[in-house]
């Protein structure tokens, strides 16, 4: 198509305003496809929110976030006791017929690509079965089902993207039937971009016609659920939570019931889950109360002194991680969105592609740039109850983030064949293990054959044998 003289005057003008001009540096060089998705890049970029961000966390002194009162946020413990095991059945109890009601959906935030896992696509695409190979998203999907038939009722699935790999997402879904899903049940939901920018404020180039983008962060999902239509598509199925998970936990309790019980017999608006954190700087945000408030401080905002402080029992005195599930009523995300937009965006110091003065792309083997991330935690303080709830790592927490090292894929998929081992340990299954204790089989268990622990031990034969490896499915 034609560019049209009079929008990119507009266009070239807000850029020179926000003092950006470079961005049109190459124009007379583009080709016109080159020029229209240029165009389409800047005419979808907030300056003024852009402007505001590097001014506020850039230029200003960065606000100290442990300024105040700061105390370790309250948490239900895993249970210890009789009573704590009472409120537990208590919870599972009402979790389970909140599932049962229909009155539940799932919200996956899956807006990045899997380039730190070697994979050019989104995340959710990145094999990790430790037998099938098996995606994420289809490990979602075969949960959801699971649920979906244990409960009789229909668990809505809804899948926050980016520009990035929105249609990626879609194809993949696509191209698998939808997992077995309706796709009725699943909608997709794009969020909205920002610029990253160097140290000085100026946006990045990755190429001569391309402003390099990111993510705004889970915390758009606020934004996004609401503005895309998602929150009137809830409303208009009676759902009343949202079980709001990202994409790379692969052993994922995915629709809690124990959690969404809590939640809901606490009257809390929004509740989190917690695992007691590994070391002082593992990367996770530590709930806190700050100034009589509910919040959670990314661990490299908090303080070093108070990041190592231990309790006279040894342990971390700040010790709850935040491990990005949450259980949210669709009222309050509904109540939230003219507040969304005042919520506060965070900086990620990050290697950027970026063109040089000769026009070249160039691959930085140093921090060079800024992304600015929005997280849903922030709403927290704005929630009239909140629940934290403690779970067990080795249980239901390990993110894949990189290729290779503590939080790669074959790490994970040796979690995922531990937890299993547990299970048919617990059903009277003898499995086999090194002299550490690891589990040495390669071990899977489809969520369509046990969704749990108790439902494996109704199912599995106890005079099975497992040898090198063992894939449990109900074909």
């Known amino acids: 198509m034609t560019v049209d003289p009079r929008e990119e005057g507009r266009l070239v ?12 540096r190459w124009w007379d060089e583009l080709g016109e496809s080159d020029r ?5 890049q800047v005419k979808s970029i907030d300056f003024k929110l852009l402007s505001r961000l590097v001014t506020s966390l850039l230029h200003d002194e960065e606000p100290s976030h442990c300024e105040g009162t700061l105390e370790t946020a309250e948490v239900i413990r895993v249970p210890r006791t009789d009573e704590e095991r009472q409120a537990e059945k208590r919870a599972r109890e009402r979790g389970e017929e909140l599932l049962a009601e229909g009155k539940v959906c799932a919200v996956l935030v899956a807006g990045g690509q899997a380039t730190r896992m070697g994979c050019d696509g989104p995340k959710g695409v990145v094999p990790i079965g430790p037998i099938s190979g098996k995606s994420f998203f289809e490990l979602y999907a075969e949960i959801i089902r699971a649920i979906e038939r244990r409960y009789g009722a229909v668990l809505p699935w809804y899948m926050m993207t980016s520009v990035t790999n929105d249609e990626q997402t879609k194809r993949f879904f696509e191209d698998h039937d939808y997992f077995g899903i309706l796709p009725a049940n699943v909608r997709f939901v794009m969020q909205d971009m920002l610029p990253a920018v160097d140290f000085s404020g100026k946006i990045i180039m990755d190429s001569k016609s391309h402003i390099f983008m990111s993510p705004t962060g889970h915390g758009a999902s ?15 199925r009676g759902l009343e939570l949202i079980y709001h998970f990202q994409v790379d936990n692969p052993l994922i309790a995915l629709a809690d019931p124990v959690f ?4 809901d017999l606490n009257g809390a608006e929004m509740s989190s889950k917690m695992v007691d954190k590994n070391s002082p700087t593992e990367g996770v945000g530590i ?4 100034d009589g408030k509910n919040v959670v401080i990314e661990y490299s905002d908090l303080d070093k002194k108070m990041a190592n402080e231990r309790t006279p029992d040894g342990r971390f005195r700040f010790w709850p991680g935040n491990i990005a599930q949450h259980v949210i ?13 005042t919520m506060p965006f965070h900086v990620a110091r990050k290697k950027v592609p970026y063109v040089n003065e000769r026009g070249e792309r ?12 929005s997280f849903v935690f922030d709403a927290l303080p704005y929630a009239k109850k909140i629940v934290h709830m403690e779970i067990v790592r080795e249980n239901e927490y390990c993110p894949v983030k990189t290729l290779n090292g503590h939080d790669s894929p074959d790490v994970a998929k040796q979690f995922m064949s531990n937890v299993c081992g547990r299970w048919l340990e617990s059903a009277g299954v003898k499995v086999p293990r090194n002299a550490s204790g690891t589990v040495t089989a390669r071990i899977e268990i489809n969520p369509l054959y046990a969704l749990d622990e108790e439902e494996l031990a109704r199912k599995v034969d ?7 490896e063992l894939y449990l499915s109900e074909n």
């Open 36 to 40: 229209d998705g240029l165009l389409a």
């Open 287 to 290: 709930a806190c109360i700050k």
């Open 260 to 263: 969404l019980g809590y939640h």
């Open 462 to 468: 106890r005079n099975l044998v497992v040898g090198d």
């Open 362 to 373: 160039c691959v930085p083997d140093e921090v060079n740039g800024v992304k600015f991330e």
């Open 222 to 236: 606020l934004r996004m659920l609401h503005d895309r239509g998602a929150i009137a598509d809830m409303k208009s």
């Open 329 to 341: 009523n669709v009222s309050f995300v509904e109540r939230m969105r003219p507040i969304a937009d």
């Open 13 to 24: 003008d807000a850029t020179k305003e926000a003092g950006q001009e470079h961005i049109f």
